[in-house]
């Protein structure tokens, strides 16, 4: 889906055999969709979850009772959880660091994918000077 979008947007189909490397050059995308999901949405993480405060009760309560049938829906924090192996890193540490809001940025930019960002800026510089 989002190969399709990005050929859309120059005006190539799959038929004309452009590769995919040469669609995000063209565009200047240097990050696939799906990494710019999961670092925004690591970013939201710890945000504000003061033990006290609603939102941190509520992310991690638990609810009794009976399940409707068929496949539950995919709760955020199982997202996260899976955000947060891909990158090697336990929940457990992530949580103890969320707490302070400088380990939480940088535990966020210490990630592989959000390193995209550092690069850009060095090229850019690079281009000027």
Known sequence: MEMNCLRLMIGVSIRDRIQNT??????NVT????????RRRLSWFGHRMETDRLPARALYCCVTGE????????????????????RNIQFKDAVASCK?????????SSTSSSSWREKKKLEKKVKIS
């Open 22 to 27: 040469v669609v995000r050059e063209r565009i």
């Open 31 to 38: 990050e696939p969709i799906i990494e710019e999901i999961q």
């Open 67 to 86: 399940c409707s049938q068929g496949r539950q829906a995919k709760k955020w924090i199982k997202n996260i959880k899976e955000d947060f192996e891909l």
């Open 100 to 108: 302070d809001r400088t380990a939480r940025e940088q535990l966020i």
